[in-house]
């Protein structure tokens, strides 16, 4: 017979007490033992050492069921800080959060036709001014969560970015050179998705979908509250996901994908066509829909109706409770909330009734660095070196 390890067991209800904490915080011992079944003296025990952790600590007193009242235990969300990036075609997005999730501080690079030399420098001289504005911390930096528009495996090497080149750089090999913290990459998708599940609108929804739409497409699915991340870590290409079948040859080696046709970049090589050439922006076409300009808004009705398309895919696959819209175009003119409705609304197998609604972000541009940074979180709050 195998003995349990008594260490591990120690390890494991301090991992169960820590966790009660930062959900339920302030509290007392005796609610913690309540909560978590654990005997109070086990309770004691581990908090103490929790303590000595600089992971929780004691604050005031509590409301006194009669007798002495309770000293409340509380989260130290200030012991350490993550970073979170997010890679994109045109951009370098780098967060600072606390072990909340509370943004600290955010940094926002745009770029046009640098080269990955020039890129890679920029990268780290990015991260390095985010780790500068870090307050002092008992755990300093916890880690780099890297969140990559692209193609990223298992083994977080990004092997496809079918708009820029950060496949040509080993992104986790360049940032470990440079810094002593853990670093993590995911497809940018996926840590959306997460930011979203753990702050934004389907906190509370077991099966979701985030949806992100800017030069390409990318999916983050959640099953079960669990990020579903296929058999090499490479789901949720739906971008890729054919909706003509004979439609424009894509660069990923199928033809009539979806994101050729629903992406903004999409949207905006349309909306030029139509108005001459003339090259298209955000604030061009804000303004152009505030001023219900009838070419911008004959586009947005194609966009959400090839939007739609896919997302109705999507529905009819996953049945979903909740898909959230990750996009600056969307978030900045929700009325083409309105058209994607209408498109999902008239082709869903009525069979398969969306349980909810489809949101747009909250979180905005921050949630796929929120996400990466909470990856990093969650790997310091689980990781065995935190609780040696
Ligand atoms: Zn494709």
């Not at 971008?239 to 046709?261: D, P, T, V």
Request: charged share 20%.
């Amino acid at each position: 017979m195998e003995l349990v390890d008594q260490n591990d067991i120690k390890l494991h209800s301090q991992k169960i007490i820590l966790s009660t904490i930062i959900k339920n915080y302030p509290i007392s011992r005796a609610k913690l033992s309540e909560i978590t079944n654990l005997n109070k003296a086990t309770v004691s025990l581990q908090a103490h050492s929790l303590i000595k952790k600089h992971l929780i600590s004691e604050i005031g007193m509590g409301v006194s069921s009669g007798g002495r009242k309770p000293i409340l235990l509380v989260f130290n969300k200030n012991a350490g800080y993550a970073i979170g990036v997010e890679l994109a075609a045109n951009y370098i997005l780098s967060i600072l959060i606390d072990l909340e999730g509370n943004k600290v501080f955010s940094d926002y690079f745009e770029f046009v036709n640098e080269s990955m030399e020039t890129l890679n420098s920029i990268l780290i001289e990015r991260i390095r001014m985010v780790v500068n504005h870090a307050p002092e911390s008992p755990y300093g930096i916890i880690g780099i969560g890297v969140g990559v528009h692209g193609f990223v495996n298992e083994n977080q090497t990004v092997v496809f970015t079918p708009h820029s080149n950060w496949d040509k750089v080993d992104i986790k090999d360049l940032l470990e050179e440079q810094f002593t913290f853990p670093v993590f990459i995911d497809n940018e998708a996926n840590a959306g998705a997460f930011g979203e599940k753990l702050y934004g609108e389907i906190k509370n929804s077991d099966n979701s979908i985030y949806v992100s739409v800017g030069t390409g497409i990318g999916l983050g699915i959640i099953v079960n509250n669990k990020l579903y991340r296929g058999s090499d870590g490479v789901s949720g290409e739906m971008g890729h996901m054919s909706i003509e079948f004979n439609g424009k040859k894509c660069g990923c080696g199928n033809q009539g994908c979806w994101e050729l046709y629903a992406s903004e970049s999409a949207f905006f090589k349309n909306l030029s066509k139509i108005k001459n050439g003339v090259e298209m922006t955000h604030e061009k076409a804000n303004k152009m829909i505030l001023e219900n300009d009838r070419d911008i808004l004959m586009e947005i009705e194609k966009f959400g109706h090839f939007l739609g398309i896919g997302l109705t895919n999507m529905i009819n696959t996953f049945n979903p409770d909740a898909i959230i819209l990750r996009s600056n175009l969307i978030e900045a003119n929700p009325i083409i909330l309105k058209s994607i409705k209408k498109a999902v609304s008239k082709r869903v197998s009525r069979y398969i009734p969306l349980k909810n609604e489809i949101f747009i972000s909250q979180l905005n541009r921050n949630a796929a660095a929120l996400g990466a940074a909470s990856f990093m979180i969650k790997k310091f709050l689980v990781d065995s070196k935190t609780f040696n």
